[in-house]
């Protein structure tokens, strides 16, 4: 069946070239001649290209003037970069024993004009490897200027359009539905991996994506853990689970933490969960414009401390989430850790966790759901039932 029509894009073609100008402006403004964009997400942010491809050498340059975006990318992306972005400038480089995409890319740089040039490159994300770095400035070296981009797309993407924040809706719905099937999974004898597979069936029969990690089912004494782990286990009468998993809707996810338990919380469990969950609350009346993330985290600090579990805390408590792909749901930075200084802002949208992994007693407790910033009290995106779950 032959191609026919217009790109599908999931934003409307005139939101993708205000982003692309966004873009342009901020390039200029910071004394840069282009940027070589590497993230599959701000490939999708800017222009709607949807693909996997990035586990190669993939790269778009956007120019700070208004010439046509080129993309470097392998054949099989080919049709995909053509039906689902709004690029029509795409370049191929073949697979060979000694390919290098970055000679390519150093030739479609000569082509535009930009020997001498002040380039921005993109550098924390996952589709650029050590080695394409390595490849892409000894390739570059005195041809060009390479300078660090400094999140320049990541900072553009953290305030979310209207379009962006109905994506994070949809998703927010659809893992609040899933949550209550894990929950009801959830009994002595089953499998963990059993709620895992009631998640994802609940997500993609919904009309979710696949997630872009591997979500956290972790019970018995792996409930601690802060990563989750293969090996399914059998979920005993009384027993601990904590479920921490993103739920994507066109690439945009929110997240959620709980704690199930298999018979009756003891003492200790109940004043974790209360430390947890009240401090989650503290933490979320206070994300309105103006409070830095820092300031949120302090008050995670408080509240655990408070609570005596000074020892069992993290670092951080929650990032920014939003469009993503593998490996990971987290949108970051920026993360929310002591003194960090980004403020909140309406159209961000964070997700919130307060995970207490007690190594002494082996009690682990997480609550977590994500938020919208707005121009007042946060909106909060994923639900979470009233009480602590204890199947009895």
Known sequence: MAFTGAPTLPFSREEHLERQGRLRQ???????????????????????????????????????????????????????????????????????????????????LEELGLKGANIAVELNTHGLTGWNLWRLQKTLDGFCRLDNDDHLIRKLRLVKSPAEIDYMRQAGKLLDTSLQVVIDTAKPGVMDSSLTAAYLKVVLEGGGDMPPNAPLFNSGQRAVYGRGVSMPRRLEAIDQIIVEYPVAYRRYCCKTEWTILMGRASDQQKHMYETARTTMDRMTEIARPGTTLGEIFDVHADGLDKGGFAAHRFGATGYSVGCTWAPTSMD????????????????????????????????????????????????ILTGLPDALTEVL
Not at 349 to 376: P, W
């Open 332 to 379: 970051v930075p920026p993360m929310i850790y002591s003194g960090n200084p980004t403020i909140c802002e309406p159209g961000m949208t964070l997700f919130y966790h307060v995970m207490i992994g007690d190594s002494d007693t082996g009690y682990a407790m997480g609550v977590g759901h994500t938020l919208l910033v707005t121009e007042g009290a946060p909106e």
């Open 26 to 108: 901020t390039l200029k403004a910071r004394g840069f001649d282009a940027m070589l964009v590497f993230a599959q997400e701000s490939h999708y942010w800017l222009t709607g290209y949807d693909t996997g491809g990035s586990v190669f050498f993939q790269c778009s340059v956007v120019t700070a003037d208004e010439r046509p975006i080129v993309l470097l990318t392998r054949r099989p992306d080919l049709l995909q970069a053509r039906q689902t972005s709004t690029m029509e400038d795409i370049r191929i480089w073949w697979d060979a024993e000694d390919a290098n995409p970055a000679r390519d890319l150093k030739g479609i």
